[in-house]
């Protein structure tokens, strides 16, 4: 019953910075965890990092940490995940993901928004 939909995908230099945005319907987020996942061209599914909607605890994984940080905002039922300091191998397709409150598995996923990052 929830939807989701990345949005702020695109080009940009290393070094550089991009915002992606990740809009909820049918539920407001108040009891999932959100998280963000990306692909690269030939590579498996690979963690980014989540926030705990509950209390707005946040984790990353070490390859992005420092660099990008995830936020929420309640009243616009959005996550945004801010990227500073891009690199080439940050280039991917970027999925926001939900996962309800004590489940194991993230069950609703976006279409994916393109990050593309030249050198």
């Known amino acids: 019953q929830v939807q989701l939909a990345e949005s702020g995908g695109g080009l940009v230099q290393a070094g550089g910075s991009l915002r992606l945005s990740c809009a909820a319907s049918g539920r407001t987020f108040t009891q999932y965890t959100m998280g963000w996942f990306r692909q690269a061209p030939g590579k498996g599914r690979e963690f980014v990092g989540a926030?705990?909607?509950?209390?707005?605890?946040?984790y990353y994984a070490d390859s992005v940490k420092g660099r990008f940080t995830i936020s929420g905002d309640n009243a616009k039922n959005t996550v945004a995940l801010q990227m500073n300091s891009l690199k080439p191998e940050d280039t991917a397709v970027y999925y926001c993901?939900?996962?309800?409150?004590?489940?194991?598995?993230?069950?609703?996923w976006g279409r994916g928004t393109q990050v593309n990052v030249s050198s």
């Open positions: 993901a939900a996962r309800y409150r004590g489940a194991v598995d993230y069950a609703y």
């Open positions: 926030i705990r909607w509950s209390d707005r605890y946040t």
